[in-house]
């Protein structure tokens, strides 16, 4: 997941970021004709290697443009886009496995035509599930055609929260009960900024493949 | 890539050289931090030897960093 170069190029980073003094340090450093060196002095050193967009937020932080914001999100969308591949991919073997969506040969995955039942959706086993976990089928249910999300409402329907004692009503009951609310009404931005959060952490801390349960074929119903 | 302990003992990577108002001016990214960048013009002394040698003044400084930012950022773009 995380390699050298990541963890160095996230350093550096997190330096510049932090040193409110860089965007003088620059030009303290570049002014003064009495700073001289002879050309003579060059090396060569092919073991090291520079990461340009760091000088580039060097060069705009000298100058007094604001670029952490702009790197952080870089940042965030990458490891946003990487975190979710795998959480969808585990959420689309998971219904594939519980005979939910059916992947043809050439990978395309898709839903019956007439659509599954709820208790069809009880196969997941979507107890006191995460808001990414529910993100992620929400996710891979889309690839598969639930563009108007009839599938996984039948999903949020058949889940249960508080140990298993309760079923969800709807995605909106779900929502509030998860406060993930807007002036006290369900939000499903709300629940998009919270599972993307949530999904990106575990990313970063190296939980990401934890986030979904893994369902197998013995589960699967007849 | 080519690397100088400048005037200040720190090794800097020589990253890119641009040509601007007939002056030719360098890049320059310290090796253990990229971030940490300055620049420096070159002169020929009389003994026909090449330095690099610091800025004039902000004003100077300014336009070299803007013109190496667009360069930069052109690259990256590519």
């Not at chain 1, 959060?197 to 589960?219: F, H, P």
């Not at chain 2, 990214?29 to 940490?36: E, G, I, K, P, S």
């Amino acid at each position: 997941m995380e390699n050298y170069e990541d963890k160095l190029y996230a350093v550096q980073l997190e330096r510049m970021l932090n040193d409110n003094a860089n965007s003088k340090k620059a030009r303290n450093t570049s002014i003064g004709n009495n700073k001289k060196t002879n050309h003579k002095s060059k090396r060569k050193n092919p073991g090291k290697k520079i990461i340009i967009t760091l000088v580039l937020a060097g060069i705009l932080t000298a100058i007094g443009i604001e670029v952490p914001t702009i790197i952080e999100r870089v940042n965030y969308t990458n490891d946003l886009e990487k975190a979710t591949a795998i959480v969808v991919e585990q959420a689309t073997e998971n219904l594939s496995n519980a005979g939910l969506v059916i992947i043809d040969e050439n990978g395309n995955v898709s839903i019956k035509p007439e659509g599954n039942k709820i208790e069809d959706y009880a196969k997941l086993e979507n107890v006191d599930s995460t808001i990414g976990e529910f993100y992620a089928y929400d996710k891979a249910l889309e690839k598969a055609g639930d563009t108007v999300n009839t599938e996984f409402e039948k999903l949020i329907q058949a889940s249960s929260y508080n140990g298993g004692t309760y079923n969800y009503t709807d995605f909106a009951q779900m929502c509030r009960i998860n406060g993930l609310t807007n002036n006290g009404n369900a939000s499903g931005l709300e629940f998009k900024k919270y599972a993307e959060q949530e999904l990106v952490n575990s990313y970063r801390n190296g939980t990401i493949d934890q986030i979904m349960k893994k369902i197998t074929n013995e589960t699967k119903g007849k | 890539m080519e690397t100088i302990i400048l005037d200040n003992d720190i090794e800097y990577f020589i990253v890119k050289e641009e040509l601007i108002n007939n002056n030719l001016y360098t890049l320059f990214a310290n090796v253990d931090d990229n971030t940490d960048i300055c620049f420096r013009k070159t002169i020929i002394e009389d003994d026909g030897e090449k330095y690099y040698i610091g800025l004039d003044d902000d004003k100077e400084f300014d336009l070299v960093a803007a013109h190496f930012a667009k360069s930069i950022l052109k690259e990256i773009d590519k």
